[in-house]
């Protein structure tokens, strides 16, 4: 009996000592299994960092495409701005090259137009002259002043090329109007009687004629016979008297009969 005892107090004793080998067992499990968890819960924290800084870094690195992209818009259309303004620049050099070649041409042939102008102007003068000899004597004196005032200017040091053919020029062009224009204009002729006051009337180039101032006499400038010659009174003093008054501008324009003469058969 006492045996029976004896051992079953052992068997529980050793079910007893079993029993906390197998708690103390199960603690270190868990205190192993805790620890993991730690390792864990760090790995995984570890984890969400590089992510977190990871997300951070791809939304810096949007941030900065957008704004590369947007610059780089910005400098296309200032290309686009820019090769437009270099096209019209283009065109503007190409031109101003074809003017700088035209000036570079008429620069090499100034020498030569500066030596023939002079004697361009001696024989325009001397053309002038000789024509204002040969057609009717009205302003006689002021023009042969024009033509001197011509001529000092060319004789002239101190005026400029560009002058001188200027005042030729104008001498030509004044000329040229006493062909279009018409005027009456108080003279002293000489007739074949002797000197006379009369009335100038100057049709263009193609009548001059005169009346005294009694209108007792009558005449007009005959350019083949280079004198002034008298007419019938009872033909050309009424239309010549009209013609200074229409010339004068007291009368309104009319057709009038006038002593034209024929000019001579160019040689």
């Known amino acids: 009996m006492n045996n029976r005892r004896t051992t079953n ?22 205190l192993i299994d805790a620890s ?22 791809i939304t810096e690195l ?21 090769l437009v303004l ?3 620049w283009r065109m503007q050099i190409s031109i101003q090259e074809q003017q700088i070649e035209t000036l570079d041409e008429s620069i090499a042939s100034v020498e030569e137009v500066t030596r023939e102008i002079p004697l361009l102007m001696e024989k325009m003068l001397a053309s002038i002259d000789q024509f204002i000899a040969l057609d009717y004597p009205f302003h006689v004196d002021e023009r042969a002043n024009r033509i001197q005032f011509a001529r000092d200017a060319i004789d002239n040091p101190d005026v400029s090329i560009a002058e001188k053919f200027r005042q030729v020029l104008v001498m030509y062009q004044t000329e040229t109007s006493y062909g279009r224009t018409y005027e009456t204009y108080p003279d002293t002729i000489t007739l074949a009687n002797g000197e006379r006051d009369v009335n100038i009337a100057r049709i263009g180039r193609v009548a001059l004629m005169y009346q005294s101032t009694d209108r007792q006499v009558t ?8 004198q002034w010659v008298e007419l019938d009174a009872g033909d050309y003093r009424q239309a010549v008297q009209s013609a200074i008054r229409v010339v004068s501008n007291l009368d309104a324009p009319k057709i009038i009969e006038l002593p034209v ?7």
Request: net charge negative.
């Open 36 to 57: 993991l968890l730690d390792q864990a819960m760090d790995v995984i924290g570890a984890k969400y960092r590089e992510s977190a800084e990871v997300q951070d870094e």
């Open 261 to 267: 003469i024929f000019p001579e058969a160019a040689q």
């Open 9 to 30: 107090l052992g068997t529980a004793a050793l079910a007893i000592l079993v029993s906390c080998f197998i708690s103390v067992s199960n603690a270190q499990e868990i």
């Open 62 to 82: 949007a941030n900065s495409a957008s704004s590369t992209f947007e610059l780089f818009k910005r400098s296309n259309d200032n290309l686009e701005s820019l």
């Open 219 to 226: 005449g007009a400038w005959d350019n083949n016979s280079r």
């Open 86 to 88: 270099n096209a019209g």
